[in-house]
């Protein structure tokens, strides 16, 4: 079967297994979580073949360029070829200092215990 010029932006997004139904592809676009080449997307939006697709899933946005359109929903193996992932690696996490932890009855902390405190946690 012959790629189609242009495929719904959301069938395409649940088809590469962006979203776990179509439905839920459909909301993201009209909650306005889903952009094609920067403007926003409605579901019927049509996705070709080097589109930018920007997708706000579980938190972060992830940016996908369309190298192939599908309709129909295939295995992860096949779903990979589909697009071209270029979501910049997420910032390295810093480590947050551990929390202090007074002993219960030891009262108020000095404005010394403070400063200490303070120091601990790099303010």
């Known amino acids: 079967m012959p790629d189609p010029g242009s495929v719904r932006v959301d069938s395409w997004a649940w088809a590469v297994r962006l979203f776990k139904t179509r439905s839920a592809a459909s909301d993201a676009c009209k909650a306005g979580h889903l952009k094609v080449n920067g ?8 996705v ?3 589109d930018e697709v920007r997708a706000f899933v579980g938190g972060t946005e992830r940016i996908y360029i369309a190298r192939r359109l599908i309709v129909k929903r295939v295995s992860a193996a096949v779903a990979a070829d589909c ?3 270029r979501t910049p690696p997420p910032p390295p996490r810093t480590e947050t200092p551990a929390t202090v932890i007074r002993d219960r009855g030891a009262g108020r ?8 405190l303070d ?5």
């Open 39 to 46: 403007d926003r997307a409605k579901p019927a939006q049509p």
């Open 48 to 50: 070709r073949v080097g």
């Open 83 to 85: 697009f071209e992932d």
């Open 109 to 116: 902390p000095t404005k010394r215990e403070r400063r200490v």
């Open 119 to 123: 120091q601990l946690r790099g303010r």
